[in-house]
T-cell receptor, first 113, second 109 residues
Framework: DAGITQSPRYKITETGRQVTLMCHQT?????MFWYRQDLGHGLRLIYY???????DKGEVPDGYVVSRSKTENFPLTLESATRSQTSVYFC????????????FGSGTRLTVV | QQQVKQSPQSLIVQKGGISIINCAYE??????FPWYQQFPGKGPALLIA?????SEKKEGRFTISFNKSAKQFSLHIMDSQPGDSATYFC????????FGTGTSLTVIP
């Protein structure tokens, strides 16, 4: 099916563990984004990518790592999870930046205990 | 620093009423202003958007009003329905999107 899919939908991990959130899109959109959503903060950009092998930091990149070896995949890794990284994470894609709309995935709810 | 300020944080409206959500920005370089609608357990979805050369855009029951001189824009939902109950985010963009903090709308039957 065409679209943008995130996995897993829910994840519980322990403090200090590494965890990877997956994002896959089937439109061949150039741009992909990772946001975290927290009450009172709205959506905050973690990292984005303009194309394969091109990534850049957003507003809140500390503690996160991304890679983009293929256009369709944009995994987000928490190298050593902390409780402050408990959040809902959304991946989004767009054919361009700043124009049109972003298409969001359904999100991953991550709990760090 | 919040690039886009959104209010109110929550809103309760009777069915058939008008829901109004407001956003303000400072960066005059912003050139695209979308609104997103998010239902529980789902990702945000583009609802309606406007560019600063237009003062109003209407799509069905949803209208964006844009005041360039005041650097404000708002979403009006006419004849609000229980199915409109969701969280609404405004955003502004240059080469990346900056989102407001969201408004939780509840429409009471």
């Amino acid at each position: 099916d065409a679209g943008i899919t995130q996995s897993p939908r829910y994840k519980i991990t322990e403090t200090g563990r590494q965890v990877t959130l997956m994002c896959h899109q089937t439109w061949s959109h150039s741009y992909m984004f990772w946001y975290r959503q927290d009450l009172g903060h709205g959506l905050r950009l973690i990292y984005y990518s303009a194309a394969a092998d091109i990534t850049d930091k957003g507003e809140v990149p500390d503690g996160y790592v991304v890679s983009r070896s293929k256009t369709e995949n944009f995994p987000l890794t928490l190298e050593s999870a902390t409780r402050s990284q408990t959040s809902v994470y959304f991946c989004a894609s767009s054919p361009g930046t700043g124009v049109g709309g972003y298409t969001f995935g359904s999100g991953t709810r991550l709990t760090v205990v | 620093q919040q690039q886009v300020k959104q209010s109110p944080q929550s809103l309760i409206v009777q069915k058939g009423g008008i829901s109004i959500i407001n956003c303000a920005y400072e960066n005059t370089a912003f050139d695209y202003f979308p609104w997103y609608q998010q239902f529980p357990g789902k990702g945000p979805a583009l609802l309606i958007a406007i560019r600063p050369d237009v003062s109003e855009k209407k799509e069905g029951r949803f209208t964006i009003s844009f005041n360039k001189s005041a650097k404000q824009f708002s979403l009006h939902i006419m004849d609000s329905q229980p199915g409109d109950s969701a969280t609404y985010f405004c955003a502004a963009s240059t080469n990346q999107f900056y989102f407001g903090t969201g408004t939780s709308l509840t429409v009471i039957p």
